[in-house]
């Protein structure tokens, strides 16, 4: 009977010490998940978006980019369907971007990494499904007088340079790829500065450009004619350790303008074009980075009537200007073209 009792006491006794353990074990637990919680909520936090539509409010993000000569910023308006991006230059408003804004934005890059002295814009972020991307923007810089500033999205190179930089984006890295490292206005030499248009161009267009160095102005430094054959062509020049395009994007080919001629040194461009009724020759000049109409003469397929048109501020009788045209017609001309592959033109840079 004693031996009995004593095995039942001993049985109570260890179900009453398990019974303590394991109460100390949910308590110790519950700490835990407490701390657990406190921590997660810390990083929460403690994101890393510059810009989120969950924090319900506008940010303005001054950019660095020195080729501006004003105070560059991208202002982020509290997010709504209709709201977009704006650039504006010491607190005017020059351009929207019209893209719908991320859920969230990480990064913003001020660069121009399609070296044509305009600036440029990357972002990185995601949309809601939390995956990062990025987006790119190019600045388009008035062309003519009366033209606007403005941005567009490049798709097209996205994809591309997707490709390439697989996996985690930052803005760095995207743009050490697009521009070789290189940073405009601080280049040290025009071949320098072509090689990395060559290279912004052969990343964007998979069938690439023909290539041609001309001396187009007065002095002995080249521009690098970049040319889509039988689509357009653009110019780029080159000084004080910056490159730009003074001719963006020009269409030629059948119908309207046919093709580009230059003269030598003479910062004068020849444009032959027609249309259904009539035939012209038009000369440019290019100033302040802007191709500039100047002078144009207009024949008829079915008359012998010539006109003159004059796009300059120079005061001309009728006289006065068929006379400054033919002088400027009368130089020797040659075609405005590439010549040469890409790798054959960096060959050439070298």
Request: negative net charge.
């Amino acid at each position: 009977m004693k031996r009995l009792f004593t095995l039942v006491l001993a049985a109570i006794i260890l179900i009453s010490g398990c019974g303590k353990m394991e109460e100390d074990e949910i308590i110790d637990l519950t700490e835990e998940s407490a701390e657990t919680t406190e921590e997660l909520s810390e990083t929460e936090d403690e994101s890393d978006n510059i810009w989120s539509r969950d924090d319900k409010k506008e940010v303005t993000i001054d950019l660095d980019f020195a080729l501006e000569s004003g105070k560059p910023q991208l202002y982020i308006p509290e997010y709504a369907a209709d709201k977009k991006m704006e650039y504006r230059v010491d607190g005017k408003k020059l351009a929207v971007i019209n893209h719908e804004i991320p859920t969230f934005i990480k990064e913003i890059s001020a660069c121009d990494y399609t070296f044509d002295g305009v600036i440029d814009l990357i972002i990185v972020g995601a949309y809601d499904n939390g995956f990062d991307t990025f987006w790119l923007f190019r600045g388009s810089a008035p062309e003519f007088d009366g033209d606007v500033f403005g941005f567009i999205n490049e798709d097209e190179l996205e994809n591309s340079v997707k490709k390439k930089l697989a996996g985690e984006y930052n803005a760095e890295k995207i743009k050490d790829f697009l521009t070789n490292g290189l940073e405009n206005g601080k280049i040290s030499s025009y071949s320098e500065a072509y090689k990395a248009v060559i290279n912004y161009n052969e990343k964007l267009l998979s069938n690439g450009y023909t290539y041609s160095l001309i001396y187009l102005d007065e002095d002995d430094i080249p521009e690098l004619v970049a040319d889509a054959s039988g689509y357009y062509l653009s110019v780029y020049s080159f000084s004080n350790g910056t490159v730009k395009e003074p001719m963006v994007t020009c269409a030629y080919g059948v119908g309207g303008c046919v093709a580009y001629e230059y003269a030598p040194y003479k910062n004068s461009i020849r444009v032959f074009g027609h249309d259904t009724d009539e035939y012209y020759n038009q000369l440019y000049t290019i100033k302040d980075n802007k191709l500039l109409s100047a002078y144009e003469r207009i024949s008829y397929y079915d008359s012998d009537k010539v006109e003159y048109n004059n796009y300059t501020d120079e005061q001309l009788t009728d006289a006065e200007l068929e006379a400054k045209f033919k002088d400027l017609d009368s130089y020797d001309y040659e075609d405005l073209s590439g010549e040469q592959s890409a790798g054959e033109m960096l060959v050439s840079l070298e």
